[in-house]
């Protein structure tokens, strides 16, 4: 099925209004639109490492050496396409890390707790750093979504649609929790608190049970930042 087929048959069946579908199918063309820069970057670096020169990608790429070097370069911090352009880099390539982990699992689609596995993804980062502050290990989350998931030996489709959780926490809980911690992006911290906003989620139910509320979480932003 073509990638336009698979957006179309993931976002029709939802419930809304015909805008509430169009907002969707802008997140499922911007989350593909990210996974593809994920893939560019890398051939964008294997050319320069055999010699290429930005001039050369950037002309190749037909957006010239600048605009490629601030797009694809080492140190970029170039917004990923709209609605993720309040996204910091570790928020959004936490996105991508959690299709990685949907498909690992073999689900059919991606929910909460593969963003969650996704924000483990990122070292370093923010949520990460957040866990260790609260000592829960990386593996006790990874055991507890496997506890929650039904795995599947089928592998999974080339698009995977968000839920309606998941695009939940994206597209509401995560700016709204931006918007309270007067934060001027949403960072892996933020997408943290947005997750433990999933009232009923599996993420929710797996950072609670093991001691993440987002209480705990605020506090760590308080003495953090």
Do not use: C
């Not at 997750?195 to 509320?213: F, K, M, N, P, Y």
Request: aromatic share 4%; net charge negative; no cysteine.
């Amino acid at each position: 099925m073509e990638i336009a087929e698979q957006i179309i048959a993931a976002v029709k069946p939802l419930k809304g209004d015909e805008l509430h579908q169009l907002s969707a199918a802008a997140w499922q063309v911007a989350r593909i639109q990210i996974e593809a820069d994920v893939a560019m970057r890398m051939f964008v670096e294997q050319a320069l490492e055999a010699g290429a020169s930005w001039v050369e990608v950037g002309g190749l790429l037909g957006i010239g050496h600048r605009a490629a070097r601030e797009r694809f370069g080492p140190e970029s911090t170039a917004s990923v396409a709209e609605p993720f352009s309040h996204y910091t880099k570790d928020a959004s390539d936490s996105v991508t890390a959690a299709s990685r982990e949907a498909r690992t699992l073999g689900s059919p689609y991606l929910g909460t707790e593969h963003l969650l596995l996704g924000l483990l993804g990122q070292p370093g980062s923010r949520a990460t750093r957040v866990l260790e502050w609260l000592d829960v290990s990386h593996a006790s989350i990874r055991d507890a979504v496997n506890e929650e998931t039904v795995h599947r030996e089928a592998p999974s489709a080339a698009h995977l649609a968000f839920t309606g959780r998941a695009q939940a926490v994206l597209q509401t809980h995560a700016p709204r929790e931006m918007s309270r911690a007067q934060a001027e992006l949403i960072d892996t911290d933020i997408l943290l608190l947005a997750l433990l906003a999933d009232e009923g989620g599996i993420a929710r139910r797996v950072l609670e049970s093991s001691g993440v509320t987002a209480d705990r979480v605020r506090s760590w932003r308080a003495q953090a930042t």
